[in-house]
């Protein structure tokens, strides 16, 4: 079943379906919305409404770039695991 999903950016609503098994739809949006309003308090007031465009690329930059040190992190995390594993593994071995 899907669930729909209301977002306010820049002063429009949006609405989204989104399928009820997905994880956390409403956190995400709200993640969205508070990334794109912090984007927006850098902006001037008067230069808010003609750069909605900017502002909306400018969110889903940090967004993204946020993700990327969380992979790569992640992807540190697991390898460093895996080798403490093996190293483990190998100490259990020779005895």
């Known amino acids: ?3 729909l999903i209301t977002i306010e950016l820049l002063g429009e609503t949006f609405q989204f379906k ?3 098994e997905d994880h956390n739809p409403r ?8 990334e794109v309003d912090s ?5 001037p007031e008067h230069l808010k409404k003609t750069n909605k465009l900017a502002i909306l690329v400018s969110a ?5 770039k946020k993700y990327f040190e969380l992979k790569s992190h992640h992807l540190d995390f ?10 483990l593994d ?5 005895r």
Do not use: C, G, H, P
């Open 90 to 94: 190998d100490m259990l071995n020779r």
């Open 60 to 64: 889903a930059l940090n967004m993204t």
């Open 1 to 3: 079943m899907q669930q």
């Open 39 to 43: 984007v927006s308090r850098q902006f």
């Open 78 to 87: 697991v390898s460093d695991i895996s080798q403490r594993t093996y190293k």
């Open 18 to 20: 989104v399928q009820e």
């Open 27 to 34: 956190e995400i949006a709200d993640y969205l919305a508070a």
